[in-house]
């Protein structure tokens, strides 16, 4: 009789916790996004440094939604050394200060052996400013095939990069030389584990991954469980739990010391789950969450997080992680048309954003998240990548194309960093240390000190 009442009391509690989870994913209506116009975009050629050394012509440009583009150019000629070390360059017109006009509405505000500072607003609804940035270092003799993925260890000593979806490469940033190459069948994705030691964790064989210790150059263990191709890894803070996304639909958490998942997090999102964000929740979304499911102590993996996801299906999700069992959706937001959710990253609390396949850009605070804070479009193709720094967001679009931009500081959205040099799509970027790297498939991994 004991046994029976227990038996029926376990029945009721998980009635009450399916009722409690879906009466709160049953209540969350999906947010259509409207169509929004494209920002304005100024360009240069990716190489202007050679240009201007060589007292070339710098061409430059404009291109805005409903208008042709505009270019200009200015001849170098004209710009001489300068004997202050902080602006190696100035110009010999407009007595020589260091910002001139062109001809047709452009104006140099700065030019130094790394960047190039321009605007333009001669037209009515386009007024744009940037600032492009040279890389600071092309590892161009390291790889020969395009790269779709990279990543660079904590320490700032190793880089890791999946090159053309078939081997992965280990290579020292400083001395640029190989420390191991692996061939594991289909590659797709990679991440260091954020410890001292150098061990890399990436996909292959479609729906594996494999942990691999540098130092003993062997793996050590195969973590099994997604039935397609792995789309996305990502580590917690303390590298013992790991987050991947596939195209069968799912998120699985792993603890790295185990061979199976612990937990699907997202069990049937019904597209590929493109890209993942994990963050600590503020108090009110763990106050809401413990007034809807006390059935279960917190996971202490877990305590506190919330995951940010989206994929092929049009939408942008974030669930709660505050317990394994119910994972309770918080919010979801609907791309308009046909835009699929191709990256995703919180940024600096409360803000996070997320980029598409047809080029849009959203920005979302934490404590209002029925509308974006900015949206808007650039005229670069898919954001296939971007990483949060300094409040705003650092984004790689299919033009090869990678550029800053931070709507809080700046309302007007017309102020950018552009990171030159890409002649193709940028598949990857990651930041660490105050510096910018990315993955190009034209080959090439590139540097950047952020500003």
């Known amino acids: 009789m004991k046994r029976k009442t227990m038996a029926n009391s376990s029945d009721k509690r998980q009635k009450v916790d399916k009722r409690a989870a879906a009466s709160t994913n049953d209540s969350i209506e999906p947010r259509e996004i409207p169509r929004v116009k494209a920002l304005s975009r100024l360009f240069t050629h990716p ?19 409903g208008t ?35 001809k047709t509405g452009f104006r140099v505000h700065g030019v130094t052996p790394r960047t190039l500072e321009i605007s333009y607003d001669q037209l009515p609804t386009v007024a744009s400013r940037a600032t492009f940035h040279l ?53 797709n994705t990679v991440k260091w584990v954020p410890s001292p030691q150098p061990t890399v964790a990436f996909s292959c064989d479609a729906n ?78 763990r106050e809401a969450y413990e007034a809807t499911a006390k059935a279960s102590p917190p996971d202490p993996a877990l305590d506190g997080r919330v995951l940010l996801y989206g994929g092929d299906d049009q939408h942008l999700k974030i669930v709660s992680l505050l317990q394994r069992t119910p994972t309770m959706e918080l919010f979801k937001f609907t791309m308009e048309g046909r835009s699929i959710v191709e990256s ?25 998240p029925d509308r974006p804070l900015s949206h808007w479009r650039e005229t670069r193709g898919s954001i296939n990548c971007m990483a949060g720094y300094k409040g705003g967001v650092i984004c790689g679009a299919a033009d090869g194309s990678c550029f800053y931009r ?12 552009e990171f030159c040099g890409g002649d193709e799509q940028i598949s990857r970027l990651c930041v660490y240390n105050g510096t910018l790297v990315t993955a190009c498939l034209d080959g090439r991994i590139r540097k950047y000190r952020l500003p």
């Open 406 to 417: 931070n709507p809080v500081q700046n309302e007007r959205n017309d102020v950018s960093w």
């Open 344 to 368: 995703c990253t919180f940024l600096d609390h409360p803000y996070f954003a997320c980029g598409t396949d047809t080029g849009q850009v959203l920005y979302f605070d934490w404590r209002r």
């Open 68 to 102: 042709t583009i505009v270019g200009d150019c200015f001849d170098t000629q004209t710009m001489t050394p300068s004997e202050s070390a902080a602006s190696p360059f100035t110009t010999t017109v407009n007595d020589k200060t260091s910002s001139f006009a062109c």
């Open 208 to 285: 594996s991954i494999k942990l691999y210790s540098v130092d003993r150059r062997r793996t050590f263990r195969t973590l099994r469980g997604h039935s397609a191709k792995v789309h996305e890894l990502l580590f917690l803070e303390k590298g013992k739990h790991l987050f991947s996304s596939a195209q069968d639909g799912t998120v699985r958490l792993w603890d790295i010391n185990r061979a199976d998942p612990i937990m699907t997090v997202v069990l049937n999102f019904g597209a590929t789950v493109k890209c993942l964000s994990v963050q600590t929740a503020d108090t009110s979304i």
């Open 135 to 187: 890389p600071s270092k092309t590892f161009d003799k390291v790889f020969t095939k395009n790269i779709v993925n990279v990543d660079v260890h904590s320490s700032g000593q190793y880089g890791a990069a999946v090159c053309g979806g078939e081997m992965l490469k280990i290579w020292n940033i400083e001395t640029e030389e190989i420390q191991d190459t692996i061939k594991m069948g289909e590659m």
């Open 47 to 65: 190489q202007w440094d050679n240009l201007l050394f060589n007292k070339g012509q710098v061409w430059i440009g404009i291109k805005a939604e």
